[in-house]
């Protein structure tokens, strides 16, 4: 039962989250922002709600007595890594993913400085309110950053599949109310299951919600890479990667403190920093990231779930 719990939570996830992104979209594109904004803003938060709900559904466990740290903690860093090894990765097989230097620099520096933070706070064992506040207007401040210098796409205005503007906004609200629910089953299937196979509730987070949360990337990536759009497609996988790192960790140690599980700290954080600025290094110096370029990263991302796995059973 607790298998069935955990897999309707992340199909649940699945499609509220595609109806919350469809809504995001058309309401972005009568905004008329760039393409690489849609996906390092609406399209990254948009995905990235399962994370979010799956946070804010453990914070309130643990105030009613309970303990989901490593749910939220685990979740949010293996969403990450899901994202920078195999979305990449695969998105990468399909289309030669590049982005302007001055890009890769500027939020790739955003990118490795949120796993650093994480890194700090959690590093006496716990991320408290006030830390995660302070992770909250760090993004605060980077989203406001992005939308001060926003510019116009013309590449938006031939999308004939947008919805009206009314049904957008009712999609973002269904889509919302799913992901919540579905939240809930997920959280309580990954600790049974966890009980279940006598196995680290973190190892459940990080190696399956993780990777099971990051299927709206994997297809939103993938689908803009086959379209060419891939400023849409990276920028949808680094603003991922940013709001994992700071929102769904700080948003639940702002409503109670979390407990950080020292394997996580040890293991694959630092392993996360490793993979990003591999992947930043691929950027900067082959101008973007090719079929063999996505080898690599697909096999450093297999190697680190081997690995897990292995010493896990």
């Not at 919805?163 to 889509?175: F, N, R, V």
């Not at 700080?250 to 293991?267: C, E, K």
């Amino acid at each position: 039962m607790e298998y069935l719990a955990l897999l309707l939570g992340l199909a649940g996830l699945w499609f509220g989250t595609e109806l919350t992104i469809r809504g995001a979209v058309t309401v972005a594109s009568r905004l008329g922002v760039s393409e690489f904004i849609v996906g390092v803003a609406i399209l990254s938060i948009g995905s990235d709600l399962p994370e979010l709900a799956i946070a804010i559904d453990g914070a309130i466990i643990n105030l009613q007595a309970g303990d989901a740290s490593d749910v939220v903690v685990g979740t949010a860093i293996g969403s990450s890594l899901g994202q920078i090894g195999f979305v990449l990765g695969t998105a990468a097989l399909f289309s030669y993913l590049t982005l302007p230097r001055f890009m890769i620099f500027q939020h790739g520096s955003v990118l490795l400085g949120s796993a650093v933070l994480l890194g700090v706070f959690g590093y006496d064992g716990t991320v408290t309110r006030a830390e995660g506040l302070a992770l909250l207007v760090v993004y605060a401040i980077y989203f406001a950053a992005l939308f001060g210098d926003r510019q116009k796409s013309a590449e938006q205005d031939g999308d004939d599949d947008l919805i009206g503007t009314g049904k957008a906004w009712l999609y973002l609200l269904i889509g919302l109310g799913i992901v919540g629910i579905s939240a809930e089953f997920t959280v309580d299937g990954a600790i049974a299951v966890a009980a279940a196979l006598d196995i680290s509730e973190a190892l459940v987070a990080v190696v399956i919600i993780g990777l099971g949360t990051s299927l709206p990337e994997l297809s939103i990536s993938v689908g803009a890479a086959l379209k060419g759009r891939a400023r849409m497609s990276v920028g949808n996988l680094i603003g991922s990667n940013i709001f994992d790192t700071l929102v769904p960790v700080g948003a639940a140690a702002a409503i109670s403190t979390l407990r950080f599980d020292r394997d996580l700290l040890r293991y694959e954080l630092p392993f996360l920093f490793f993979l990003t600025l591999t992947v930043l290094v691929f950027f900067v110096r082959k101008r973007g990231i090719q079929k063999s370029e996505a080898v690599i990263v697909l096999a450093l991302y297999g190697g680190y779930l081997l690995l897990k796995l292995s010493r896990a059973f």
